[in-house]
């Protein structure tokens, strides 16, 4: 098969590439094919696979009338508006489809659980460690888990409205740039079968309610979905925070997190009766009765970066860097290692300092 085919279906099959810049795409395609492509060639590439999609795009798709194509638009979204429960983001994505689990089978492995990352105001130190464990691990690691406020959208914040972002000339579009460097640097190390899902959380639910304001609605601005480009990255996504949540092996729960008590991992564990790992207090916890766990993972965030300003002392003495990994194994059970960071974000595992 020539270079540029082979580029061609790459890019065919990781739409999102196409946005991305010539080293970029030589990287991914070094690390899939095993070889190194030229950037003349990738940028013809990228102009034919564009050309296709530009041309099935202005094919029409309906012979009818432009009034009846009309008609049945309105009827549509308004049986879409009344279904949803949430805000309308009105992007091509009304409703992300949440894809289905892969089998037991195909879930025997590592799995690495993290959230509140915050970016831009991530803990980069922590980033760079998980990205070298992956790197380590990465012919075990069968699930990458986003469970919530991996951004943090901070020019949707209610809190800051009328006044300035925690970082001065702060812009969504900034936002989503940051999002999508940490995502390439991820995803580099990652597999390429590995199951990938992003849950929103309360702080990516910042787009949903902001355009559930009808003056802001009319100007849409981009999702976390369309921003950050997850559906071409493969992501399962899921966007009610609140409600949401993945099923890990036979009945392990992961989402964002509900409760925010002193006690919370109990709080949850009583509440569900489920076994479940969570994030959203950015506090380390776990609690167990019988055969059920409750684990509160921590938080990747940066906690001395302005974003977190509005915490007071005490309150930010509660908080704790963390993540999870989860070994399930092959009758489907989940096994929890809750991983603690050291305050100058490095971290132990397996023997060694990350």
């Known amino acids: 098969m020539q270079d540029l085919e ?12 196409l946005k991305k810049g010539n080293e970029a795409c030589a990287y991914a395609l070094l690390n899939k094919e095993g070889k190194t492509f030229s950037f003349d060639l990738i940028k013809e590439a990228k102009k034919a696979v564009k050309n296709e999609i530009k041309h099935q795009k202005s094919k029409p798709l309906l012979s009818r009338s432009v009034v009846e194509d ?6 549509e979204n308004r049986k879409k508006f009344e279904a949803i429960s949430f805000a309308p983001t009105l992007s091509k994505r009304k409703n992300p489809k949440s894809g289905i689990a892969p089998s037991i089978k195909d879930q025997f492995g590592m799995h690495i659980l993290l959230g509140c990352n915050h970016v831009p105001f991530h803990n980069q130190r922590l980033h760079e460690g998980i990205r070298n464990l992956i790197r380590d691990y990465k012919y075990n690691i069968k699930g990458f888990h986003l469970m919530g406020d ?14 300035f972002t925690a970082v001065p000339g702060l812009t969504l579009d900034m936002e989503y740039d940051a999002c999508n460097i940490e995502l390439d640097l991820f995803e580099q190390q990652l597999p390429d079968d590995v199951w990938k899902t992003y849950m929103y959380g309360n702080h990516e639910d910042r787009h949903n309610r902001w ?18 480009l997850l559906e071409e990255r493969g992501y399962q996504v899921k966007n009610k925070w609140s409600q949401d949540y993945f099923i890990l092996g036979n009945d392990f729960q992961i989402f964002h997190g509900i409760y925010f008590s002193i006690h919370n991992a109990k709080a949850h564990l009583d509440k569900l009766r ?11 916890q776990n609690y167990r009765e019988g055969l059920m766990s409750a684990f509160n993972i921590g938080s990747c965030a940066d906690f001395t970066t302005t974003a977190f300003n509005y915490a007071t002392r005490p309150m930010k003495a509660q908080w704790a860097n963390g993540f999870a990994i989860n070994m399930i194994d092959e009758q489907g059970r989940s096994n929890i290692t809750q991983i603690y960071v050291n305050p100058d974000g490095t971290f132990w595992f397996g023997g060694r300092l990350y």
Request: proline share 3%.
């Open 6 to 17: 082979i580029i061609k279906i790459f890019l065919r099959s990781k739409k999102g590439y």
């Open 150 to 163: 991996f951004a943090d959208i901070n020019t949707l914040s209610s809190h800051d409205k009328g006044r």
């Open 211 to 228: 355009m559930n304001n009808m003056d802001n609605a009319k100007t849409p601005l981009l999702s976390p979905m369309d921003g950050m």
């Open 274 to 284: 489920a076994s479940c790992a969570y994030v959203h207090t950015h506090r380390i």
């Open 70 to 75: 009309f008609r049945d638009s309105v009827e």
